[in-house]
């Protein structure tokens, strides 16, 4: 072992009264420095609920990627699938800090902060479009399913930079940055597999197709949105927007538009209302394992 090497490991292992949670809490918080008083005129419980579907999608989402490592076909492919969901993963922390920091002012008081809001909520209170939590079955699933989150995720924070909301406006203008890539990286793979060999191609398009009816539900405008104006965006002005960027990629892709029917609702709910698919079950089962087994745990 090296000099640098021990001292890396005795800093690890030296005890100190600066405990870390296990599963995170500890870390720098992400909006250190950041005047979170909620403006006045913005209703703070509507912003509250916003801010955590925003951040439920990101959270969601990076767990889903992170299920890849060590399966992507190529060592390249591994450090920009997790770049990529590290940096939904900092969007999460950020949106989540917000919507504990919005919650306390409805409250008067304190809010649940990030890793309360990540480890410690039932799936019911999770408001993430049903697209977060989907399984790709396979890596054209994840490239396809990647540029339609990207592409809408872009067109929606790129408006959300001129949010009412500072604290909001700010997360935005740093995660549209992080989005223009992950949506360059995803259409770069949806061409280079639709236009390639017959078989890439049939695989492509057959991920389009299982992708496709989980796409409706992202610009679903609901009463969170109708109750922020000047601070959301409503995702139903974002579809041309999307539309655009899809078919210049199919194209380049040689790929069709899948025609598929939407996703069904449960009762007239979906994800932003608490009603996801069996796979979100999964998802937090492990998402949640660590912290929910010891909740006090230190290291």
Not at 42 to 59: E, K, P, R, T
Not at 151 to 168: E, G, I, K
Not at 189 to 217: F, I, K, N, Y
Not at 223 to 252: M, S, Y
């Amino acid at each position: 072992m090296t000099d640098d090497e021990f001292t890396a490991y005795q800093a690890l292992a030296d005890e100190t009264d600066d405990h870390r949670w296990a599963f995170g809490t500890g870390f720098t918080d992400p909006l250190e420095g950041i005047d979170t008083t909620v403006p006045d005129g913005i209703n703070a419980a509507a912003l509250a609920a916003y801010c955590l579907m925003l951040g439920d999608d990101a959270l969601i989402y990076s767990h889903r990627l992170q299920q890849w490592m060590t399966r992507l076909p190529e060592l390249e492919e591994e450090t920009a699938v997790a770049n990529i969901a590290l940096d939904l993963l900092g969007q999460a922390r950020m949106l989540l800090a917000r919507a504990g920091r919005a919650e306390g002012a409805v409250l008067a008081g304190a809010g649940r902060g990030e890793d309360q809001l990540a480890f410690f909520r039932p799936e019911h209170e999770f408001r993430n479009v049903r697209l977060a939590e989907h399984a790709d079955a396979d890596f054209a699933q994840l490239a396809g399913r990647l540029l339609i989150f990207s592409t809408w995720r872009l067109a929606l924070f790129t408006r959300l930079r001129d949010s009412a909301d500072p604290v909001l406006a700010a997360i935005a203008a740093k995660g549209a940055k992080e989005l223009a890539y992950h949506r360059d990286y995803a259409a770069q793979w949806v061409v280079r597999l639709g236009d390639g060999t017959e078989l890439s191609h049939g695989r492509m398009q057959a991920a389009l197709d299982a992708l496709w009816p989980l796409v409706d539900e992202l610009f679903s405008t609901g009463t969170v949105v109708t109750g922020l104006p000047g601070v959301a965006a409503d995702p139903a002005g974002l579809r041309a927007e999307f539309d655009d960027v899809l078919a210049a990629v199919l194209a380049a892709a040689t790929l069709d538009l899948p025609d598929t029917a939407p996703l069904a609702q449960v009762a007239g709910k979906s994800g932003r209302d608490g009603v996801h698919t069996e796979a979100l079950g999964y998802v937090l089962a492990e998402l949640q394992s660590v912290a929910r087994a010891d909740p006090d745990a230190t290291w």
